[in-house]
């Protein structure tokens, strides 16, 4: 009887009309529209004057003189004044499930290759808060990442969000293609951001791999759609993550890159009123960026390793964007140019690199082996001009005798082949064998 009563009351309170807006102007990238009634963040429908083609979707993003400032996640075309807008009443969600492995998604969780999507997907917020702080637990187990200079000396530990900072060109998304296939997570969940369209295609294949496919989900949102489907594939592909991680697995998120995911916010924040302050950037680029990022790591349940490439204009570490992100993550890769040059793949540049959880996840062992590398690399690359040009006396010296001596051998190691797979174990014992006159 009492399910009747409740039945009854919600039939009663069911508003039985349905309400629309109308569009009143579009502005660049905003459509203003007089009603319906809607919040920040919901998705509407805005009806093209002649019905010819499907309803524009669109969101919610701002308020003006008691209109409504919606931002369309496609081109507008067809669009004009008094056409008609219908909310949705709900935010963003898209429909993620096991059987979406081995898939290549857009923004909004359509495939790209047109096919209808697979049966026993759920629905699921893009838009979630992080953790609480007090339910992550610790990071206390290291994770393979398959590259021998990270698994030793930068190793990094399930649940670590790590940013990846290089310039055009210097090799992000070769390296990320490696962890994908060598990774020792369950699954990959890869979100290509403002990438040219010619690249895509070109990473799945030759990068990524048939067998690193079968493994992953890739969240495609390419640099020629609007700026609010490039900031929804990072809000996408982190929720992709985020159901997995509820299912208790070890999932690696690998973000290409999260400069543009700032840019296409920047494009927003400009679009709706926002002063430009650092470099352009308006303040909620700022605000989104730790949103975003925070989501990303442990809980109760799994992990979220995350892998974030920041694209550095002109090498220049210190810009507004990689300073940000650099002060959010848990450590940082530097992929320098110069090794690139020189014909070290990966170029990454281990003494400006740290990875801030790495001494809480290795054995004494290892951490003293490491420890001695560095102190070799760093001896070296303080004397390189002396040696390079000759002005250096062999004897001077017993430690930088020692580093010119090593230097071969490290050089060496840190080189590794796109396809050469090596286990974490393996990495270590390598590096080991490497002080104790191993490796040739």
């Excluded at 982190?238 to 543009?260: C, K």
């Excluded at 605000?287 to 989501?295: D, F, M, S, Y």
């Excluded at 390793?305 to 940082?332: C, K, Q, S």
Aim: with cysteine; aromatic share 6%.
């Amino acid at each position: 009887m009492n399910n009747l009563d409740e039945l009854i009351a919600t039939i009663k309170q069911t508003d039985t009309y349905k309400r629309y807006g109308k569009v009143l102007r579009v502005v660049g990238l905003m459509i203003e529209s007089q009603g319906p009634i809607a919040n920040i963040g919901e998705v509407c429908y805005i009806h093209s004057s002649n019905n010819r083609r499907p309803p524009i979707l669109s969101e919610v993003v701002g308020f003006h003189n008691e209109k409504i400032v919606l931002m369309p996640y496609a081109e507008v075309s067809e669009i004009g004044p008094g056409c008609l807008v219908e909310s949705t009443g709900k935010p963003l969600s898209v429909k993620i499930g096991p059987s979406l492995i081995g898939q290549v998604v857009d923004s909004l969780g359509n495939r790209l290759d047109e096919l209808p999507l697979p049966k026993g997907l759920a629905n699921y917020l893009t838009e979630q808060s992080p953790p609480n702080p007090m339910q992550r637990p610790p990071i206390n187990e290291p994770i393979q990442v398959g590259v021998k200079a990270i698994d030793t000396l930068l190793t990094v530990g399930k649940g670590q969000r790590i940013g990846i900072f290089a310039g055009s060109g210097v090799g992000k998304s070769t390296l990320m293609g490696m962890i994908a296939r060598n990774s020792s997570a369950d699954i990959n969940v890869i979100a290509l951001i403002g990438e040219r369209g010619r690249e895509v295609r070109e990473f799945i294949e030759k990068d990524l791999g048939e067998e690193g496919l079968k493994r992953s989900i890739v969240v495609v949102a390419t640099s020629d759609q609007p700026a609010l489907m490039r900031m929804k594939g990072a809000y996408t592909a982190t929720a992709i993550s985020e159901y997995f991680r509820d299912l208790g697995y070890q999932v690696n998120l690998m973000m290409d890159s999260v400069t543009r995911v700032a840019i296409a916010q920047r494009e927003i924040g400009l679009a709706t009123g926002e002063p430009p302050t650092t470099k352009g950037y308006t303040p909620s680029v700022f605000a989104v960026l730790p949103k975003l990022l925070e989501r990303t790591g442990t809980n109760q349940h799994g992990t979220i390793t995350a892998f974030y490439t920041v694209l550095v204009d002109g090498d220049d570490m210190n810009e507004p964007i990689a300073d940000t992100v650099r002060g959010i993550l848990d450590g940082h890769f530097v992929m320098d140019r110069s090794l690139a040059e020189r014909g070290q793949f990966p170029a990454i540049n281990v003494l400006k690199s740290i990875s801030r959880v790495m001494n809480q996840i290795i054995d004494d062992e290892h951490k003293q082996t490491v420890q001695q590398i560095r102190s070799l690399m760093a001896t070296y690359e303080q004397n390189r001009e002396l040696i390079n040009i000759g002005a250096y006396k062999r004897g001077s010296d017993q430690e930088i005798d020692r580093a010119i001596a090593y230097y071969p051998k490290i050089q060496t190691f840190l080189k590794q082949d796109v396809f050469e797979y090596k286990t974490l174990d393996e990495s270590i014992e390598m590096m080991k064998d490497l002080l104790n006159g191993g490796m040739n």
